[in-house]
C-alpha cells in the first residue's frame, strides 16, 4: 500500500512525524508537505507564484518540501513528484481539532479533500488538544485503520476526517460516526493600536459549542472522550431547496426564467 | 436594505464596480474587499499578521480595503467594521466561471460562505468569461434579484452561487436552477528550469468538463447560455454513508468500537 501524507502544521511538525513512524510499519509512505506551517488557509491553492518541491532528508528520504499549501502539496504530489498514484492520501496529524465548520478553514482537511477530488480514498486526522497534543492514540488509530480502508464502503467523492482526545488508549471511550456539529466563535477580533496610531486586528476568537450538539455530532462525541469519524461529502448542491427555488424564480419571471 | 459586498479580484477590480454601481441605486451598499487580487484563496482566513483595513475614497467613501482573504473581510466587515449587520452579503462579479469542484477554490464563494457561516442570506456571482469579460447582464440581474431575496426560501446554511454569461440580455436563454456539475483539470502544472537549474511548477491546468455533465448541471446550464443558479450547503456531511462507515468499524473492533 502506498499513502501520500501531507499536513498543515508544516513537514517538521511532531503530529506528522509521530504518525509517520506507525505508518510506516505497515505501508510505503511518501511525504510532501508545507516547508512552513499554512494553518486555516482553507482549500487555498498557490497561483500567483511558482511551486518548488525541495527533497528532504527525512522520513527515509521520500519526503519533499513544498512552498505551497497542503491542496499544493497533493496536486503536485500527483501530478508531478509521486511516480505512481496513491492508494490513499492522508492528512496529519494535525495539532487541534477540525470539528464543525472548521473543516471550511482547515488546511488539514483540505490536504485530504484535495486527494478525494483527484479521485483516492482520503483521511484527514486531528488531534483535539492544542497546548500539548498527546499523537500516539491517534497515530495507533491511523495504523489500525489504514489496512482496513480498502473494504470500507466510503464511495467516491466522500473524505473521512477523524478526530481522536488527546488522550491514552485507556481513557478513550470508543469510536463513534458522527455528522459534523455546530460552532461558533465569538470575540472573532483583537483590536489594538500601533505606535503610529493605527488600529490593526488579530483574528482570535474563543469556540462557543452551541446547545444544539447533539450526541450524534462529531462536537459531543469528543467532549465524550471517543474517536469522532465524519464523512465529508464533495457535492455541495443541497438538493433539498433546489424546487423551493425554481419556485422562486418562476414567480419572479412569471414563468419565463427570464429578467 | 444594506448589503455588505465583497469579492476575491480586489477592491479595484471591474466586475466589483460594476455590481456597485447597480446595487447603490436600491440599497446602502458597504464594500469591503482585499486591497490586492486573492483569487484561488479557498476558504482560508489570516491567522499569522494582523489585518488592517484601510478607509479608502471609492465607493461613495463606503468602502474598506483588507490585507486579507474575502472570508477575512467579510469576518471583519461584521465583528469590526460596520455599525449593523447587513440583511445581504454579495461576493462577486468574479472574472470567471465558479462552477462544480471551482467553488471549493474561489475566494467569492469562499466571502459568501463566509457570510452564511456568520448567519446572513449570501449570494455568490460570477462571469463565465475570463479574458474580456461583460459584467453587465450579471450586474442587473443581481439587482433584479436582491430585492426579491428575502421572499426566497434559500433557508439557513445555504447559500446561492451563481453564474452569468458574458453575454448581452438578448443572448441569454434564461435561469436555470442547477446542481454542481463535474469538471476535471488536465495537465495542473507546468513544469520549468530555472536559470540555475532547478525546477519550479506554475500551477495552471486546462479545464475537462465531463461527459456526465447532464443537463441539470450548473456546467451544463452555461454551455446553454443560461445563468445557472445553485444552491450551496455549509453541511458537508455524508449522511448517506454514515450507516455503512457504522457497519465497518463494528466489523473492524467485534462490536466495540474500540481499537
Not at 498543515?8 to 503530529?15: F, M, N
Not at 532528508?57 to 521520500?62: A, I, N, P, R, T
Not at 502539496?73 to 481539532?97: E, F, M, Q, T, Y
Amino acid at each position: 500500500m502506498k499513502i501520500l501524507l501531507t499536513n498543515d502544521d508544516g513537514i517538521r511538525a511532531d503530529g506528522l512525524a509521530v504518525l509517520w513512524s506507525e505508518l510506516k510499519k505497515i505501508a510505503e509512505v511518501i511525504v510532501v508537505a508545507p516547508d512552513r506551517e499554512r494553518s486555516a488557509t482553507g482549500h487555498g491553492i498557490t497561483m500567483d507564484i511558482p511551486l518548488r518541491a525541495e527533497k528532504i532528508s527525512l522520513f527515509d528520504d521520500k519526503a519533499w518540501a513544498v512552498n505551497g499549501t497542503p491542496a499544493d502539496c497533493v496536486k503536485l504530489a500527483v501530478n508531478c513528484l509521486l511516480d505512481d498514484s496513491p492508494d490513499l492520501v492522508i492528512a496529519g496529524i494535525n495539532r487541534g481539532s477540525n470539528l464543525g465548520v472548521d473543516i471550511f478553514y482547515s488546511g488539514t482537511v483540505s490536504g485530504a479533500l484535495e486527494g478525494t477530488i483527484l479521485g483516492f480514498p482520503a483521511i484527514a486526522v486531528s488531534v483535539t488538544e492544542y497546548s500539548d497534543p498527546d499523537y500516539r492514540y491517534a497515530a495507533s488509530f491511523m495504523s489500525k485503520l489504514v489496512p482496513k480502508v480498502p473494504e470500507a464502503n466510503i464511495g467516491k467523492d466522500t473524505l473521512v476526517n477523524i478526530n481522536v482526545p488527546s488522550l491514552t488508549a485507556e481513557e478513550i471511550r470508543g469510536v463513534k460516526i458522527t455528522r459534523l456539529g455546530s460552532r461558533k466563535y465569538i470575540n472573532s477580533f483583537e483590536t489594538r493600536v500601533d505606535p503610529r496610531g493605527k488600529s490593526y486586528y488579530w483574528l482570535g476568537g474563543d469556540v462557543v459549542d452551541n446547545n444544539d450538539n447533539r450526541e450524534d455530532t462529531d462536537v459531543a462525541c469528543i467532549q465524550e472522550n471517543m474517536v469522532s469519524v465524519t464523512p465529508i461529502q464533495v457535492d455541495l448542491t443541497n438538493y433539498r431547496v433546489m424546487d423551493s427555488l425554481k419556485d422562486f424564480f418562476d414567480d419572479l419571471s412569471e414563468g419565463q426564467r427570464r429578467f
